[in-house]
């Protein structure tokens, strides 16, 4: 009996015995493409943010600021190689004005058919190898890419009928500058370069009449609907790509376990991301389509419109293919990985 009660006894200071103190949890600090308020935006910060910590065991944690919270939008991967910020969940496009392979990592106008399609490039089809190289590059190795692709294909939202591609023409429109912008210069738009946070006010006063914005849940969210009453769904072109990139001494710093539980978080949260957004936005079509909501039109355009489209935007992946010779590898990686998947002959 007094053997079994020393074991007891022994067995109950090892439960209470101090390992050391709490285990301060590194938080890494990284600002969005999203604005606050924002369906996708408040489903990472209320959702996937708290997941990190418990997937960790505490040891991790993420602040996740909106865009433009810290820095300007196309500042971030400034702010994250000189380590004001950890990392980034940005938009690749915004940094096309540094190299046209940022261009063509950012959104392959009107390439893809799905989302899932876009991810399998970024995280199996050689995309974020690319990505990582323009990293090297620019920031001088400075930044680690964790992944990268989309979380929607996304809805444009217009103030005025668009239903065909002829109907582009002289029509001032939200663009990120790069590949989309070109696409839609070739098209007879007017496209001007504005953060997705700034389209609604810019909706308003007139300064633009449509935006290639975001997702149909994204744009609902944030009253978009309620001045641009045509939007297009689904959406004819756009699939922006986003990065989750951290600072290369940070994540140095981190653990193997620390580092796999990074990768596996990142992939996980913008698999649900992508699925719920899907689901929110067929929803959301619905009621429109019922006209129980405020839209006047969700406007469909027929498969016909849809291919002149890409036959523009193809021509304009060839030409910015030829601009650096980081944006040569990105579009041979973008069609070798087509024609494997059967989305190119």
Sequence with gaps: MLKKAIVALALGAFAIAPTGGAVEAK????????????????????????????????????????????????????????????????????????????????????????????????????????????????????????????????????TKPIRSVAEFKGVK??????????????VGAAPVAIPFSEVYTSLEKGIVEAADASSYVNNDSKGMHRIAKYPLYPGIHSMAILQFIINKD??????????????????ASHTDLR??????????????????????????????????FRAVAVKAWEDYSKQSPLAKEAYEAHVKFMKMYGLLK
């Excluded at 969005?32 to 308020?37: E, L, V, Y």
């Excluded at 323009?134 to 992944?147: E, N, R, S």
């Excluded at 140095?252 to 596996?264: C, F, M, P, T, Y």
């Design 27 to 158: 938080t890494i600090k990284v600002q969005a493409s999203a604005a606050a308020g924002s369906f996708s935006y408040r489903y990472m910060t209320t959702k996937w943010a708290p997941l990190l910590e418990k997937m960790s065991g505490g040891k991790l944690k993420i602040e996740i600021a909106p865009t433009k919270a810290i820095v300007p939008h196309r500042e971030t991967i400034d702010a994250v190689s000189n380590g004001i910020l950890d990392g980034d969940l940005n938009a690749v496009a915004y940094f096309a004005g540094r190299d046209a392979g940022f261009a063509l990592m950012g959104d392959l106008i009107a390439g893809y058919d799905t989302p899932d399609q876009v991810q399998m490039f970024c995280m199996n089809g050689g995309g974020k190898e690319v990505l990582q190289k323009l990293y090297d590059k620019y920031t001088k190795g400075k930044v680690h890419v964790i992944g990268c692709g989309p979380f929607a294909k996304e809805a444009l939202v217009s």
């Design 173 to 186: 429109i939200r663009s990120p500058e790069g590949l989309a912008s070109e696409v839609f210069k070739r």
């Design 250 to 267: 940070v994540w140095n710093k981190l653990s193997e376990a620390e580092r796999a539980i990074l990768d596996v978080w990142y992939l």
């Design 275 to 308: 699925r719920a957004t899907d689901l929110q936005d067929r929803q959301l079509v619905a009621r429109d389509r019922a006209g129980k909501g405020p839209v006047t039109e969700v406007i469909d355009w027929t498969q016909a419109e849809r291919d002149k």
